[in-house]
């Protein structure tokens, strides 16, 4: 056990807890409302049928006369199976000898979550008004079976995140409006590695180190960042939004334990100090709205997400001397990508509204190889940017819903989405506890969704 081990173990940390959320590009989350899954969150930041708005453009309180709320929940239950190859290499006295290959198979290792978001938007005078959202950008959880091959690459990992943001606007003359927001994010992590149980070449140790703890990192922290957005009604039946949320970076701060870090004569790490920054990157949202009668409108969307930003993980163990501060992790290279989507709306009557939606979500995570694994290069093992914590990828969305008016003051929606990830190939490597070869055949992934929403108008 040595220094690389340790790096590749909070690499894996870093991650694993950031990514946890799979259904969109990278680790970024898009369920902020009921209304929008129905049509696929096409103009979700222009068209202010309720005051979910605000998650996606602070000018959105602009849009109500009277005092708003909005509040409900999405369920996401994502699917994603991964079959490869296990190989481990171990140091002989006649040189590096292969064990295996082991062929692991895990099935549906991301975990349900209930995705809630809040929302008021409050009238002041004729031109001011105020807003306040809460709802995530980023979470949900991965997790692996117990008898699992990989758990020394990912085992557990989960993120809650929650972003509170309250707003101000302005409404000139009911034609153009300007919002600013002030976002409070907490972000609230765990991660565990360890080794998998039954590990097949404890013989080669002469002793056991099945089901050892490699990993166990918890943090949390708080971080603000700001966003700004407009509306502009071009006629009484087009609007046009555009919105711009910069960037956050929370220093995950908390304790991280191990079983087998470092390495004899000193004592394994319990509980000591540690702390991650995650650069989570700014986005820019697009949106128009067109109703062509009293029966039918159309929504497109188009958002940019500026994933550059997500290049390079550095973590620190304060009191652990400069061997391990900073460790200089890896270098992800992310790439910005673009979300397109149309949304159709069917208006048959006063109280009823059907909507239905399809999107194109660009992934994060590069193709290709990965070449900045020295010890993986020497070996002659190719690695891809993609990973079994970040199985990322092209993503596709059909999505339906509708809206039930009860009265002039309460309102239900309903929604349902499908999404899927084109098929990707994933070849992993780590050091820990022993040169450990991924190689990976088609990883799946897909997922449903289902939301359900309130509104009230005073």
Known sequence: MNKIILRRAILAAAISTASSGTMAAGFFLNETSTSGLG??????NTIGDNAAILARNPAGSALFDTMTISGGVTYVNPEIDAE???TYFVDTPLGVAEVGPFLAEDNDYASSAFVPNAYLAVPIDDCWSFGLAMYTNYGLETD???DSLVLNIADKTELLTVNIAPSVAYNFNDQFSIGLAVNFLYADAELKTRVPNGFPID???????SGAEILKLEGDDWDVSWSIGALWNITDRTRVGLSYHAEFDPKLEGDVSSDLIPPPPLAPFNDVDGNLTLDLPDYWELGLYHKFNQNWGLALGATY?????????????PGQGAAFNPLPIKEENFESGWRFSIGGEYYPCEEVTWRIGYAYDEGA???GLNPTDATANALGLPITWRTLSIPDTDRHWVTFGGTYEFDQHLSIDGGLAYLWGDDERIQEFTEAPVPTYYNGKTTNIAAWLAGVSLNYRF
Do not use: M, V
């Open 39 to 44: 049509r696929a969150f096409a103009a979700e």
């Open 84 to 86: 490869g190859e296990i």
């Open 144 to 146: 692996f079976d117990s």
């Open 203 to 209: 013989a080669a140790f002469g002793t056991s180190l």
């Open 305 to 317: 997400t500026d994933w550059d930003d997500f290049q390079r993980l550095e973590a620190f163990l």
């Open 365 to 367: 995570a590069r193709d």
